[in-house]
């Protein structure tokens, strides 16, 4: 298939949408043909199946039933958007995708990497992306660009957290070990214009 499928992974205050956004910008000036979208990515079955796994009411949410609604919504996100711009030859930038779920409910769930990548074989029938960038940060640091947002500070609760998060940040390291070839790890804890500079340069390595 023609085009280019890059994803961004990272976990929460990695900075990844701020970075993406200014990645967009440049490569559309350079005259790249570039599809920015994120899962669910505005499709309305992949929203629907999101709604499902995010209402508040679901408190009966099975992990493995989360993961399979997960790995439902990039299904129909992919078939519908991903795929048919691919196919047009545009450069796709997805925010998130199969490596979440191997590090959110593979690796900090427990559910298994292995397990997960099984399910998510059948979603995604070999639609890998070419590129992984993944934005590395500890989580104490994340978390507090997080609040800093917000304006308030760090609480007990968000400490008791800290270890799913650390979790899902080892889930990400050791995915990035196992596919060297695909995922590049890039130190999200640098300032802003470095971490942009080096996700661009990866980027335009593979555009060759
Ligand atoms: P979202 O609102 O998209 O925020 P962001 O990507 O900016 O962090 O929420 C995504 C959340 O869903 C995030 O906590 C990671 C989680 N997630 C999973 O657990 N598994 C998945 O497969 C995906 C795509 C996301």
Redesign the pocket.
């Known amino acids: 298939m023609p085009g280019l499928f890059i994803t961004i992974e990272g976990p ?1 205050g990695a900075g990844k ?1 701020t970075v993406l956004q200014r990645i967009v910008e440049e490569l559309e000036k350079k005259g790249y043909p570039i599809v920015q979208t ?2 669910p990515g505005g499709i309305a079955i992949a929203e629907q199946i999101r709604s499902v796994i995010l209402n508040k009411d679901n408190t009966k949410m099975d992990a493995r039933t989360e993961a399979l609604l ?1 790995a439902a919504a990039r299904r129909q996100h992919l078939v519908e958007k991903v795929i048919p711009a691919l196919q047009k030859d545009f450069i796709v930038l997805c ?2 995708f199969v490596d ?2 191997l590090a ?2 593979g690796y900090a769930r427990g559910l298994g990497m292995e397990e997960v990548a099984s399910i998510n074989a059948f979603a995604i029938d070999g639609m890998m992306p070419a590129l992984t960038l993944l934005f590395d940060v500890q989580p104490e640091v994340g978390l507090a660009r997080i609040h800093r947002h917000d304006g308030r500070e760090v609480n007990r609760l968000d400490l008791e957290d800290l270890s799913f998060h650390q979790k899902v940040r080892e889930g990400y390291l050791k995915l990035a070990e196992a596919n060297r070839e695909r995922i590049v790890v890039i130190d999200a804890e640098q300032e802003q214009e470095l971490v942009y500079r080096a996700a661009l340069s990866e980027i335009e390595k593979v555009l060759g």
């Open positions: 929460e949408t994120r899962e997960y925010d998130r979440s779920s959110y409910q």
